[in-house]
C-alpha cells in the first residue's frame, strides 16, 4: 500500500548502545518518524498559508475591497489559508511517499530521525541548522499567524473579536512560554543523564 511507510512503528531503543557513564540505554530513532514528517509539513504549510491569507487581507484593505475591516476580514482569510496550507503540507508528503521511491520503511525512518535529532528537513527549504531551532520556529510562527487568524470570528457581545482576540493572544503567549520551559527541562535532564 502506498505511504504505508508514514505510519511504520519502530523501537526507539533497538540497536542503542548504553551510556558508559550511566549505564543506560538511550533512544536513537523516533517511534513513528511518518507522522513527525507529517506535522513537519503540516505546520509549516499552514504557516505559509496564514501569512498569504492575512497578506491578501492587507492588500484587499489597502484597494478598500475588503468588508469589515482588517481584524475580522482579514483574520478569516488568514484562517482559510491556513486550513489549505495545513491540507497542502499533509497532501506534499503523501505525494512524496508514493512517487518517491526512496521514501519505504528505510527512507521514512531515516528522514524522521534527521529531522528529529539535526533539523534536517526532507525539503532542503524547510531545513534549519538545529532542530531547537526548528521547534522554536514552528511554535512561535504558527503560534503568531494562528492568533492573527483568530481575529476573524467575530461573535456578538461580549465575545466580539476586539474581546476575544487578547485574551486569545495572551492564552497563545502563555502557552508557548510553557513549552519552551518543558523543552528546557528536557534537554537539562538528557545533559545531566549524559554526563
Known amino acids: 500500500m502506498p505511504f504505508q511507510s508514514l505510519f511504520t512503528s519502530y523501537d526507539p531503543y533497538e540497536g542503542c548502545i548504553p551510556n558508559p557513564h550511566t549505564g ?60 489549505a496550507g495545513t491540507l497542502f503540507g499533509m497532501g506534499a ?17 531515516r528522514a524522521g530521525n534527521a529531522l528529529y535529532d539535526n533539523g534536517v528537513s526532507p525539503w ?32 456578538k457581545r461580549p465575545l466580539d473579536a476586539s474581546r476575544c482576540v487578547p485574551w486569545g493572544v495572551v492564552g497563545a503567549l502563555v502557552a508557548v512560554y510553557l513549552t519552551e520551559k518543558i523543552d528546557k527541562m528536557a534537554r537539562e535532564a538528557r545533559e545531566k543523564k549524559v554526563s
Do not use: N
Open 24 to 83: 543506560l540505554s538511550q533512544p536513537t530513532q523516533l517511534r513513528l518518524p511518518g507522522l513527525l514528517l507529517l506535522t513537519h509539513a503540516s505546520v509549516r504549510g499552514g504557516i505559509f498559508g496564514a501569512s498569504t491569507g492575512l497578506g491578501v487581507g492587507v492588500i484587499a484593505l489597502s484597494a478598500r475591497r475588503l468588508e469589515h475591516g482588517l481584524l475580522a476580514g482579514g483574520g478569516r482569510l488568514g484562517f482559510v489559508g491556513m486550513c
Open 124 to 155: 532542503e527549504v524547510l531545513s534549519q541548522k538545529s532542530a531547537v531551532l526548528q521547534g522554536k520556529i514552528d511554535k512561535w510562527t504558527l503560534g503568531g499567524a494562528m492568533g492573527a487568524a483568530m481575529a476573524g470570528f467575530q461573535a
Open 93 to 109: 508528503v503523501c505525494y512524496r511517499s508514493v512517487t518517491d521511491v526512496d521514501m519505504d520503511d528505510d527512507g521514512v525512518k
